[in-house]
């Protein structure tokens, strides 16, 4: 018998794991689920749409001409609740559909700081093209804005804002920028170019309440009862999985929805992958939460592929990787690179963050600057945990791949302490070893 297939959420986990379950089995009846009408897009992508970088239509990758040829069913709908032991879902619409496997790539949401005010019109966040879209939208009639937050998310939504003409404040909690990431310099290296950009920074400063009139806000005011003009508020203060569905089941959830390392939830023919799940590492035996673009193309591909019969784990976990631009730097982030805990403004990830990014591991960091350009690299005795590259990227492919083979780096260690013009060398001894090796 044909075997059925839904996948709900049409994100870069569900569209990946359609493909890995087309690829394992031809025959099979594959239908994909999601509550946004539009085809799969670039979630990453929409920071470049704000600025104007990136058209709308490049944002589309797989058209859903792709989904027919390969077979695969799209449908544009809420699920409103899952039966487990009938193997059945139902929309909000009243339709219904039986399934032999489910995946949950639901995703995650942005959430707002419980302040009053929040509720009110021209407060805004980016979760979906249709937000990016609002956000524009408001930005085209306002003047003034304050952005809320920390991580890569704020800082793309306070970039967007400047760039459409809007005079921006960016309210931080902290004393600089992604403290619990990037090292000072870094920061400061991004904060530079914001406030070139126009972008007004408050260190130290909490948002307390949105003022408004007639259901539209007209300014905020700060804990120090400091008060700012603005006609939009962009809220950038972390993600929440979307668990609503999970536990309805009665799936055994955390932060996410929990999963082994074959992304099997706690009922074993639903499965979950991207920043739903949250992985369990049968070795060291701790949980881990990415919201990485790769990393739920990592997880889609592998869910697929168990749910069509295989038995593939996604551990050990990859070195988390991710390339995007702070303040207009191109940056490139690899293993673990921060002090450890979270951004105080920080409810769970940020998008584009990675848990493994704020471990604490044994080792120290080496800083190299070279004009505009930024290295760092976090050292153990006998490899690189972690780096950040800012600016020059021609380091970068060669990082990951020590960094993510675990490479024996000691031979060549004391080049990598004596700065930047030594990395590249040291890097390709160590490449060129393990070429030689195999």
Not at 385 to 414: H, K, P, Y
Request: proline share 2%; net charge negative; aromatic share 4%.
């Amino acid at each position: 018998m044909t075997t059925r297939y839904v996948i709900v959420g049409n994100g870069a986990a569900g569209a990946t794991a359609a493909q890995s379950i087309r690829a394992h089995d031809a025959d099979a009846d594959i239908q994909i689920v999601g509550a946004e009408k539009h085809a799969f897009y670039s979630r990453p992508g929409l920071a470049y749409y704000l600025t104007g970088q990136l058209p709308e239509g490049a944002l589309f990758s797989r058209s859903d001409k792709e989904l027919d040829r390969a077979h695969i069913k799209r449908t544009v709908g809420r699920v409103a609740s899952v039966d487990p032991r009938a193997h059945r879902i139902e929309l909000a619409d009243g339709k219904a559909m039986r399934y032999d496997r489910l995946l949950l790539g639901v995703g995650a949401k942005a959430v707002r700081p419980e302040v009053e005010g929040i509720e009110l019109e021209g407060v805004v966040t980016l979760d979906s093209l249709d937000d990016a879209r609002l956000i524009l939208k408001i930005a085209r009639r306002s003047k003034r804005a304050v952005v809320v937050g920390g991580g890569i998310t704020a800082l793309e939504l306070a970039e967007g804002l400047a760039a459409n003409g809007v005079a921006t404040r960016y309210l931080m909690r902290g004393d600089r920028y992604w403290a619990s990431v990037l090292d000072e310099r870094e920061s400061a290296l991004v904060e530079e170019r914001l406030g070139h950009d126009g972008v007004v920074l408050h260190r130290n400063t909490e948002l307390a309440q949105v003022i408004g009139h007639k259901h539209r806000m007209t300014a905020v005011e700060t804990k120090d009862g400091e008060r700012f003009e603005a006609d939009m508020l962009a809220v950038a203060v972390g993600t929440q999985v979307r668990l609503e569905l999970a536990k309805e089941i009665g799936l055994a959830t955390g932060r996410g929805i929990f999963t082994d390392d074959t992304l099997v939830t706690s009922e074993p023919d639903i499965y979950a992958a991207g920043d739903a799940a949250e992985v369990l590492d049968p070795v060291t035996g701790r949980r881990s939460v990415d919201s990485l673009w790769s990393v739920a193309i990592a997880q889609g591909r592998v869910a697929g592929a168990n749910m069509a019969g295989g038995s593939e784990s996604c551990m050990p976990r990859p070195a988390p990787f991710n390339v995007t631009k702070l303040g207009g730097v191109t940056t490139t982030l690899i293993g673990a690179v921060g002090a450890g805990g979270r951004d105080g403004d920080l409810i769970a990830l940020s998008r584009g963050d990675s848990s493994a990014w704020r471990d604490q591991l044994d080792g120290f960091a080496v800083d190299s600057d070279s004009g505009a350009n930024h290295l760092r690299l976090i050292l153990s005795e006998d490899r690189i945990l972690g780096a950040v590259v800012m600016g020059d990227q021609s380091l970068s492919r060669q990082l990951l791949e020590v960094i993510r083979d675990r490479l024996d780096i000691r031979d060549v260690r004391d080049r990598l302490l004596a700065g930047q013009a030594e990395v590249r060398e040291a890097l390709t001894l160590v490449l060129d070893r393990v070429a030689y090796a195999v």
